[in-house]
C-alpha cells in the first residue's frame, strides 16, 4: 500500500462547529504532516508527527488540533473555525528525517461557513 | 526563513513540445523533490534527487541536483495534454526535524 488516504474529501462546517479530519498511512511512515494550501499556493507546514509525538508546530492557532493515536493515524480536529480557513488540508507521510520524500493525500477540501 | 525560487507563475506550451523549469534556493539542500498537482489532488512525487550533480529520468521527465545544491531543474520533453497542472520544486535537508520547502510553483498549460 503506498497511499495516504484523507476523509472526508469535502467538508463544509459552521464557525460554531466541531469536526475531525482523518488521514491514514500503511506505508510503515513514522513521520506524518497536516499542511494547509490556499488555491494557487504552495502548500504552508502546519504540523509535524514523529514517532507518534508532535515535534513541530507552526505556530497553528488553538482552534485546530492534531492528535496522533497510533503510527498509521493522524486527525486534525476543528473548532470554533473563521472563513479564512477555508482551504485545502493536506495530510502526508514519511520516514522520518524525510529520506525518500513525502507521500501526500488528496486532501479535504474544507469550507467555513 | 528558507525560500525557494521558481519562475515563472505560468507557462503555456504546444503539445509536443519541451519544457524546462528551474527551481533555485538561498539555502543548501540534500534531497530535491519535485512535485506535481492537480486540480483538488494532493502533489505527487515525480522525481527525486540527492546527490549534487545527480540526473534522474522518470519516462518523459528528467531532473538534475545542482552541483552548488541550491539549484535543480526539470525539463519534460514531448509534453502531452495530461502534463497540464502545477509544478512544485520542494527542497530537504534531512534529518531530525526536517521540513519540506516549497517553491511557488508554476502552472503548466498545454495547448494540443
Known amino acids: 500500500d503506498t497511499e495516504v488516504t484523507q476523509t472526508p474529501k469535502h467538508l463544509v462546517m459552521g464557525m460554531t462547529n466541531k469536526k475531525s479530519l482523518k488521514c491514514e498511512q500503511h506505508?510503515?511512515?513514522?513521520?506524518m504532516y497536516w499542511y494547509k494550501q490556499k488555491a494557487k499556493k504552495p502548500p504552508e507546514l502546519m504540523f509535524v508527527?514523529?514517532?507518534?509525538?508532535?515535534?513541530i508546530n507552526e505556530s497553528v492557532p488553538s482552534r485546530f488540533s492534531p492528535e496522533c493515536p497510533n503510527s498509521s493515524l493522524l486527525n486534525l480536529h476543528l473548532h470554533a473555525l473563521q472563513p479564512e480557513d477555508s482551504a485545502l488540508y493536506l495530510c502526508?507521510?514519511?520516514?522520518?528525517?524525510?529520506?525518500?520524500?513525502?507521500?501526500f493525500g488528496s486532501g479535504t477540501r474544507l469550507t467555513v461557513v | 526563513g528558507q525560500q525557494l525560487n521558481q519562475s515563472p507563475q505560468s507557462m503555456f506550451i504546444q503539445e509536443g513540445e519541451d519544457v524546462s523549469m528551474n527551481c533555485t534556493s538561498s539555502?543548501?539542500?540534500?534531497?530535491w523533490l519535485w512535485y506535481k498537482q492537480d486540480p483538488g489532488e494532493g502533489p505527487v512525487l515525480l522525481i527525486a534527487?540527492?546527490?549534487?550533480?545527480e540526473l534522474t529520468s522518470n519516462g518523459r521527465l528528467t531532473a538534475q541536483f545542482g552541483i552548488t545544491r541550491k539549484d535543480s531543474f526539470l525539463n519534460i520533453s514531448a509534453s502531452i495534454p495530461s502534463d497540464v497542472g502545477i509544478y512544485f520544486c520542494?527542497?530537504?535537508?534531512?534529518?531530525?526535524?526536517?521540513?519540506?520547502?516549497f517553491g511557488k510553483g508554476i502552472t503548466l498549460s498545454v495547448r494540443p
Open positions: 502526508a507521510s514519511s520516514q522520518v528525517g524525510g529520506k525518500d520524500g513525502y507521500t
Open positions: 506505508m510503515g511512515h513514522r513521520a
Open positions: 508527527y514523529s514517532y507518534e509525538k508532535l515535534s
Open positions: 539555502s543548501i539542500f540534500n534531497t
Open positions: 534527487l540527492y546527490k549534487a550533480g
Open positions: 520542494a527542497g530537504l535537508y534531512t534529518g531530525a526535524n526536517s521540513k519540506l520547502t
